[in-house]
């Protein structure tokens, strides 16, 4: 499996700010995800970051809110805008192939005050 | 859409003995089924997974089995150890595609010593 890795691990922000948090992966991979885990709670899927062209969205969650970039095909972004304390959550990264199971990064534990 | 149901949410055993959970799914053409175990801190963890044409797979002390009919799947663990603690997901989707996995609600492990 591929080795993934964020940055940063963890942050505290105020309120209105926005936060970026990269995903690094050490081999090319097809695709990559990001999910949102609120505290306690399951994971939800907020979009398909495609190299190469715009994300991919699941219902509930807009570009204006959580911009993603994929330069290439080991790196995507996500950026959390105008943070709000709901928005406090760990952001997980993950890779996957089509016919492959999909493998997650260690998070991004966000806390916004 | 697809749902998938996780239970218990909170399961506490005594160590050396069995843990079992279950998971319901909603989605008839979902053939493609996940285990991750999630460590305070840390990434969702990957531990087996099965495909619909398995109704059972065994990995050492932790086995996964499926009833296809009845829409439902089980992760079985023997003889329990301290390690085990944690947050269990089981989760759901359509192989060919390796997106949109959707994943149960979660169930808090916890081994007794």
């Known amino acids: 499996s591929a080795v993934i890795s964020q940055k940063p691990s963890r942050d505290i922000c105020q309120r209105g700010t926005s936060l970026t948090i990269q995903c690094q992966v050490d081999?090319?991979?097809?695709?990559m995800f990001w999910y949102r885990q609120q505290p306690g709670q399951s994971l939800t899927l907020i979009a398909t970051?495609?190299?190469?062209?715009?994300?991919?969205?699941e219902s509930g969650f807009v570009i204006d809110k959580f911009p993603i970039s994929r330069p290439n095909l080991t790196f995507s972004t996500l950026t959390v805008s105008n943070m709000s304390p709901e928005d406090s959550s760990i952001y997980l990264c993950?890779?996957?192939?089509?016919?492959?199971?999909?493998?997650f990064g260690p998070g991004t534990r966000l806390t916004v005050l | 859409g697809e749902n998938v149901e996780q239970h218990p949410s909170t399961l506490s055993v005594q160590e050396g003995d069995s843990a079992v959970i279950k998971c319901t799914y909603s989605?008839?053409?979902?053939?493609?089924f996940p285990w991750y175990k999630q460590e305070l801190g840390k990434g969702p963890q990957l531990i087996i997974d099965?495909?619909?044409?398995?109704g059972e797979k065994k990995d050492q002390r932790i086995a996964v089995t499926l009833n296809k009919t009845a829409k439902h799947f089980s992760l079985h663990i023997t003889e329990t150890q301290p390690e085990d603690s944690a947050v269990y997901f089981c989760?759901?989707?359509?192989?060919?595609?390796?997106?949109?996995?959707?994943f149960g609600s979660g169930t808090r492990l916890s081994i007794r010593p």
């Open positions: 099965i495909r619909s044409n398995v």
């Open positions: 989605d008839s053409a979902s053939n493609y």
């Open positions: 970051a495609n190299q190469g062209s715009e994300a991919t969205y």
């Open positions: 081999s090319q991979v097809t695709m």
């Open positions: 993950s890779v996957g192939a089509p016919g492959d199971t999909q493998y």
């Open positions: 989760a759901a989707s359509r192989y060919s595609s390796a997106s949109k996995i959707i």
